[in-house]
C-alpha cells in the first residue's frame, strides 16, 4: 500500500504541475483557469488529452506541438516532473496524512508563486490568500511535528503577529528612507507562509531563503555583468527557502538545539 500511495501522490503531483503550467501563464494575464482548454501558444490549436498527458506526450511528440511543429518548452515539463516529486516527498515524509496533503497545495503554491514572480515581479495576492487559507485549516487538522518540537496552532498565531509587527517594521522603514525595502507581495507571501509554518520554520526559512539568494544572484550577476542593485525577484528564493523549512526544518533545529546542549 505504501507503494500504491506513493504512486498515486507522485500522479497527482504530474497533474497538478500540468495545472501550475497553466497558471502561471493564465493568472497575470487575467485569465481563466478553465477556458479555454488547453491550446498551443504558437498556433493556437486546441490540444487534445491525448497530447496533454504530463511527461508522456512531452516525451511521444518529441518536445514539439502535434499542429505547427514549434519546440515546446522544456519549462513545461520541468514543472510538471518538479511538482510530481514535491509531492511524492510530501507522502514519504508525512505519511497519508492531512498534512501531507496540505503540504502538496502549498508546495504547488509555491512553485506557481515562483514563477509569475519569474515573469512579472509580481506575487499575486489571490496565490498568498490561498496559502494563508491553507495555513488557516492546517491550525487545526496538520501540526507538525518533530522529535520534540512541534508546529501548532500556537506557533502559527504568534507567527502571524509577529508578521504584522514586521509588516509594520518594514512600512515606517520604508517611509523613513522613501525607499521600498522588500515587495508588498513578499511581504504577503512571508505572512501566508508564516501561518502553515509557524514562527519557528517561517523564521528558518527567511534565513534559507536569503543564503540562497546571495549565493546564487551575486555570482550569476558577476557572470553576467548584471548590475548587483538590479531588481530582484525574492519570490522564488523564498519558496525554496519555506520549502526546505517545511521538510528539513524541526530536525536542523533539533539538530541545533542539542548541539548546544552537549556543548
Known amino acids: ?47 487534445k488529452w491525448h497530447d496533454n ?41 508525512f505519511g497519508l496524512t492531512p498534512l501531507a496533503i496540505i503540504s502538496c497545495f ?16 509580481e506575487i499575486p495576492d489571490g496565490i498568498n490568500i490561498f496559502l494563508a487559507l491553507l495555513g488557516v485549516i492546517s491550525m487545526f487538522v496538520a501540526p507538525i511535528k518533530g522529535n520534540f518540537l512541534t508546529v501548532d496552532y500556537k506557533s ?7 508578521s504584522l509587527l514586521l509588516l509594520l517594521l518594514f512600512y515606517v522603514s520604508g517611509r523613513l528612507s522613501k525607499k521600498e525595502l522588500i515587495g508588498g507581495g513578499d511581504l504577503k507571501l512571508l505572512i501566508a507562509a508564516g501561518l502553515f509554518l509557524g514562527w519557528e520554520l517561517q523564521l528558518l526559512g527567511l534565513v534559507f531563503a536569503s543564503l540562497i539568494g546571495v549565493l546564487v544572484e551575486i555570482p550569476y550577476r558577476l557572470l553576467s555583468k548584471k548590475s548587483l542593485k538590479a531588481r530582484l525577484p525574492f519570490g522564488p528564493y523564498l519558496a525554496m527557502g519555506f520549502s526546505l523549512a517545511l521538510f528539513f526544518g524541526l530536525r536542523f533545529l533539533e539538530w541545533y538545539l542539542a548541539f548546544f546542549q552537549l556543548t
Not at 106 to 121: K, P, S, Y
Not at 156 to 162: G, N
Request: aromatic share 14%.
Open 1 to 47: 500500500m505504501d507503494v500504491f500511495y506513493a504512486c498515486m501522490f507522485a500522479a497527482f503531483g504530474l497533474i497538478f504541475g500540468s495545472f501550475a503550467n497553466v497558471a502561471i501563464h493564465r493568472i497575470p494575464k487575467g485569465m481563466s483557469l478553465f477556458r479555454p482548454g488547453s491550446h498551443c501558444p504558437h498556433c493556437k490549436q486546441k490540444i
Open 53 to 93: 498527458l504530463p511527461l508522456i506526450s512531452y516525451l511521444i511528440l518529441r518536445g514539439r506541438c502535434r499542429h505547427c511543429q514549434k519546440k515546446i518548452s522544456f519549462r513545461y515539463v520541468f514543472l510538471e516532473g518538479l511538482t510530481g516529486i514535491l509531492w511524492l516527498a510530501s507522502y514519504l515524509a
Open 106 to 121: 502549498v508546495l504547488l503554491a509555491f512553485i506557481i508563486l515562483a514563477m509569475i514572480d519569474i515573469d512579472t515581479f
Open 156 to 162: 502559527r498565531l504568534f507567527s502571524l503577529l509577529s
